[in-house]
Nanobody, 125 residues
Framework: QVQLEESGGGLVQAGESLRLSCTTS????????MGWFRQTPENERDFVAAISWSGESTYYGYSVKGRFTISRDNAKDTMYLQMNDLKPEDTAVYYC??????????????????WGQGTQVTVSS
C-alpha cells in the first residue's frame, strides 16, 4: 500500500499563497489518482481538488476553482497544490489521498483508499 506525506502548510495572511506537497512512497505515484481534501473541527472532510494518474485531467471543488491549482510530477512521486489568494475560510487541515489509477479524478472520498496525516493551513484576516 502506498504511504502519503503532506508538507508545506503554515500560517499566512489573507491574499497570500502557499504550495502544499504530497510525496508518495512504497509504490510509484503513477499508479494512483490523487486528490486533496480539507477538514475543520466543525465540518466533515471536504473535497478540494483531484488529478488523474497522468496529470492530464483535473477536477476542483467550487470554492477553490480559479484560486487553487493541482499538479503532479510522477518522476518525483509528488503531487502539489498551489493555493493563491488565500482566504480565512481556507483554514483547515489539508489531506492528500490516493486511489486506483482506473478512477477519474472526482470528489467521491470512497475512491481513495490511502490518506496522509494532514498538514495545517491557517489563514489570518
Amino acid at each position: 500500500q502506498v504511504q502519503l506525506e503532506e508538507s508545506g502548510g503554515g500560517l499566512v495572511q489573507a491574499g497570500e499563497s502557499l504550495r502544499l506537497s504530497c510525496t508518495t512512497s512504497g509504490r510509484s505515484s503513477s499508479n494512483y489518482v490523487m486528490g486533496w481534501f480539507r477538514q475543520t473541527p466543525e465540518n466533515e472532510r471536504d473535497f478540494v481538488a483531484a488529478i488523474s494518474w497522468s496529470g492530464e485531467s483535473t477536477y476542483y471543488g467550487y470554492s477553490v476553482k480559479g484560486r487553487f491549482t493541482i499538479s503532479r510530477d510522477n518522476a518525483k512521486d509528488t503531487m502539489y497544490l498551489q493555493m493563491n489568494d488565500l482566504k480565512p475560510e481556507d483554514t483547515a487541515v489539508y489531506y492528500c489521498a490516493a486511489g486506483p489509477a482506473r478512477y477519474p479524478p472526482r470528489a467521491t472520498p470512497g475512491i481513495y483508499d490511502s490518506w496522509g496525516q494532514g498538514t495545517q493551513v491557517t489563514v489570518s484576516s
